[in-house]
């Protein structure tokens, strides 16, 4: 199992251009989420989704978008890159059960850089 | 929603000593408690969690315990090894698959 792949691991996008990060996972996981890290602020939620053909928002979901159209890919779209959106992305995948409660799997991430 | 602070933002500590990491939380609804570790250019990987229902667990030199009351719980590791030096990050949950995650603590232990 390559566990959850996230490409690319770095890029740098001009303000304005658009981009989507790829997140795919192999374990066959229903739950799947994205998240931002920034220095000294932890990780912060951006998108989630329980299933395929369902996402929901999470605590900064402005100037993003996903879908999710099988279990294994859930892509993030940046649209109208800013500045403020330079931050290294974490794709994440879980499997919720009673035993395992919600155990989160997370990808190496990806460093973007808006200039 | 929940707030998760974390203490402290960084820590120096001799091999062989003990880290000790503190977590407070808002929610009393929250039930489950899990800390990650991440490694440097790597995402964070689960190390322990607890329940609400449980005031202490360990696994090997690493331990949590947890106050109900205080709405706080901890990370204590014993026997620090170099390779204990890393970022943790504590968290917090309602029943639920939404984790709140502390800002973290960078961990160094010197040789």
């Known amino acids: 199992n390559a566990g959850v792949t996230q490409t690319p691991k770095f890029r740098i996008l001009k303000i304005g251009q658009s981009m989507t990060l790829q997140c795919t996972q192999d374990m066959n996981h229903n739950y799947m989420y994205w998240y931002r890290q920034d220095p000294g602020m932890g990780l912060k939620l951006i998108y989630y989704?329980?299933?395929?053909?369902?996402?929901d928002k999470g605590e900064v979901p402005n100037g993003y978008n996903v879908s999710r159209s099988t279990t294994e890919d859930f892509p993030l779209r940046l649209e109208l890159a800013a500045p403020s959106q330079t931050s290294v992305y974490f794709c994440?995948?879980?499997?919720?059960?009673?035993?395992?409660?919600?155990?989160?799997?997370f990808g190496p991430g990806t460093r973007l850089t808006v200039l | 929603g929940e707030n998760v602070e974390q203490h402290p933002s960084t820590l120096s500590v001799q091999e062989g000593d003990s880290a000790v990491i503190k977590c407070t939380y808002s929610d009393s609804a929250s039930n489950y408690f899990p800390w990650y570790k991440q490694e440097l250019g790597k995402g964070p990987q689960l190390i322990i969690d607890?329940?609400?229902?449980?005031g202490e667990k360990k696994d090997q030199r690493i331990a949590v315990t947890l106050n109900k009351t205080a709405k706080h719980f901890s990370l204590h590791i014993t026997e620090t090894q170099p390779e204990d030096s890393a970022v943790y990050f504590c968290?917090?949950?309602?029943?639920?698959?939404?984790?709140?995650f502390g800002a973290g603590t960078t961990v160094t232990v010197r040789a």
């Open positions: 968290a917090a949950s309602k029943n639920d698959y939404k984790l709140s």
């Open positions: 989704s329980v299933g395929a053909g369902i996402t």
């Open positions: 994440a995948s879980s499997s919720p059960t009673i035993a395992s409660y919600n155990e989160q799997f």
């Open positions: 607890i329940r609400s229902n449980v």
